[in-house]
């Protein structure tokens, strides 16, 4: 059975820093391309970054493009987000997502609160 | 980038009723196209791909058409576990892989 956990999430002040994980399972994740989507309080999805299954090509969103940095470890079977200078539009509940286009899994989500 | 825009924002429909949910792209994505549903507390799950092919345990009773701009997701019968949130997804040209910003299906 395929399974995403995402942890890490929590309360920040704005302009700080966390970072998010991503434990896969299930499959055969060196396989496949990863992403993070993000849904603000109330408020639709948004891809926010992807990763290849090498690592070797990413892509960010503009609205966390030099804030926020990707990354995957094949050999613990991880997807990582390393998020900086964390705004108040930065709060959302994060997604680790399977696949490059469509999204068939999903992890259950962890919620990042920016606030002072 | 190209611009998801669904319509209508909420649509309410007693049970039994169908629903028709339309995705509008700002430029032709092709079929490259997929729908969600969404429901409170829980991540979307995929429902249609390709504008029009059923994602794996998917009921009959959801189907997608459309190419190009203009698609739209049917609901034939609404049963109780159908009212949620729709979101449809392009993912012709990208990055970024965008979204329209759902429609709400209600309980009339």
């Known amino acids: 059975e395929v399974q995403l956990v995402e942890s890490g999430g929590g309360l920040v002040q704005p302009g700080g820093s966390l970072r998010l994980s991503c434990a896969a399972s299930g499959f055969t994740f060196k396989s496949y391309n990863m992403k993070w989507v993000r849904q603000a309080p109330g408020k639709g999805l948004e891809w926010i970054s992807y990763?290849?299954?090498?690592?070797?090509?990413?892509y960010y969103a503009d609205s966390v493009k030099g804030r926020f940095t990707i990354s995957r470890d094949n050999a613990q079977n991880s997807l990582y987000l390393e998020m900086n200078s964390l705004r108040d539009e930065d709060t959302a509940v994060y997604y680790c997502?399977?696949?490059?286009?469509?999204?068939?899994?999903w992890g259950q989500g962890t919620l990042v609160t920016v606030s002072s | 980038e190209i611009v998801m825009t669904q319509s209508p924002a909420t649509l309410s429909v007693s049970p039994g009723e169908g629903a028709t949910l339309s995705c509008r792209a700002s430029?032709?994505?092709?079929?490259?196209l997929a729908w969600y549903q969404q429901k409170p507390g829980q991540a979307p799950r995929l429902l249609i791909y390709g504008a029009s092919t059923r994602a794996t345990g998917v009921p009959a009773r959801f189907s997608g058409t459309g190419s190009g701009t203009e698609f739209t997701l049917t609901i034939s019968s609404l049963q109780s576990e159908d009212f949620a949130i729709y979101y449809c997804q392009q993912y012709n040209n990208w990055p970024p892989w965008t979204f329209g910003q759902g429609t709400r299906v209600e309980i009339k």
């Open positions: 430029q032709s994505v092709s079929s490259s």
């Open positions: 990763i290849s299954s090498s690592g070797t090509t990413i």
């Open positions: 997502v399977r696949g490059g286009n469509y999204y068939v899994y």
